[in-house]
């Protein structure tokens, strides 16, 4: 006897989550829709470090040591490693408001701000939070439908609320806040370290080689070599400086967000509260604190009334484990067929016919 299984098709929260994300590997990876900056940055990088090992390193391991190659082989996959953990990684995005807590919080500002009358615009809807004795307001996000946690933004590229807002990096191909900022921080400072010292080593290269064959001789014998020169040139200013500019930001416990709207360097002179006026307590504090988990469970299970689907029935569910067996009447034959066992005296007598209705009434 065959048994039929019921397979109910599963449906992921990232499947139904709102926002402009796009998600690969069963909701294991996240990033923006905007990706191809992202793909262009991977592409400098590996086509540059391939070229460098390809040709450079042999000859300079040869010539100089060979740790040369070693060492440039431990910053490529410390940036890489950095870059992708950066890249397909939750940001901190705020899960949105359901119906009911929606509902619930426009009670609240209702019952807070009360009637409004018609024409005159409604107060801002801002809630004051108390940090290290100063106030802090948390303002209200009209499409995630929620009081934003300090420090919090919305991201118009996302179109989610990420906590610890920094800003949305196209190079990484996603938002950078609260628990993806030590890696894009690492990923900037490695890669200026790996421009530096592709860069120093090709001029190094460059140098050994016009020794032996002269210097126009050796720019047209390695074409690749320029290339690599040109393009760790040009990059090594942006990349250089965005590190050193984070830096300042990390010394200070302040994002990139806050410095540009001027939150605590602005006409007020307002301290910033979550600073702990050491350089060295902010620096573990970003980069060294503890990481907090996605509050997005995005490979979490939908119930089936949420994913659009209906739960089987007690009987549908028990019909369809059951073995379907043909009708009996179908393999006997003709002189097989089961006879009637039963005696005259067993049956019911039949009932007699009722008269017509129009002899009933001749009788009455």
């Known amino acids: 006897m065959s048994v039929m299984v019921v397979r109910k098709k599963v449906t992921r929260k990232w499947e139904k989550l709102p926002g402009r994300n796009t998600f690969c590997c069963d909701g294991r990876v996240m990033m923006a829709r905007q990706k191809g900056i992202f793909y262009l940055t991977l592409f400098l990088i590996l086509g540059t470090c391939t070229l460098f090992f390809a040709f450079e390193c042999r000859y300079l391991a040869v010539q100089l040591s060979p740790a040369i190659p070693v060492f440039a082989a431990m ?30 919080i426009e009670m609240e500002i209702e019952a807070t701000n009360g009637a409004v009358p018609q024409g005159q615009r409604p107060p801002p809807r801002i809630k004051n939070f108390q940090i290290n004795n100063q106030i802090v307001k948390l303002k209200y996000c009209y499409t995630c439908k929620i009081f934003r946690p300090p420090r919090a933004s919305h991201c118009s590229i996302c179109d989610n609320c990420v906590e610890r807002f920094d800003h949305h990096c196209p190079w990484v191909g996603n938002c950078v806040g609260k628990r993806n900022y030590r890696y894009f921080y690492l990923f900037i400072l490695s890669l200026s370290l790996l421009t530096i010292y592709v860069f120093a080593f090709n001029i190094v290269y460059v140098a050994l080689k016009s020794l032996k064959i002269g210097f126009l001789e050796t720019l047209k014998e390695t074409p690749g070599t320029v290339l690599e020169v040109l393009i760790c040139f040009f990059t090594l200013w942006s990349v250089v400086g965005l590190t050193g500019f984070h830096t300042f930001l990390v010394a200070l416990n302040q994002t990139t967000n806050e410095d540009i709207k001027g939150s605590w360097t602005g ?98």
């Open 267 to 364: 006409k007020n002179r307002v301290q910033n509260p979550y600073s702990h006026g050491n350089i060295v307590k902010n620096c573990c504090e970003v980069l060294c604190g503890p990481l907090p988990p996605s509050v997005l469970d995005r490979r979490g299970i939908l119930p089936l009334e949420e994913s659009g689907s209906r739960p089987p029935s007690t009987q549908e569910t028990s019909s369809s484990l059951l073995p379907q067996s043909p009708a009996p009447t179908e393999h006997l034959r003709s002189n097989e067929m089961p006879k009637d066992t039963s005696t005259p005296a067993e049956m019911p007598p039949p009932e007699p016919p009722e008269p017509p209705q129009e002899v009933a009434e001749a009788d009455k």
């Open 75 to 104: 910053l490529f996959l410390f940036s890489m490693a950095t870059l992708l953990r950066t890249s397909f990684s939750d940001p901190g995005v705020i899960p949105r408001a359901l119906p009911d807590e929606a509902a619930f």
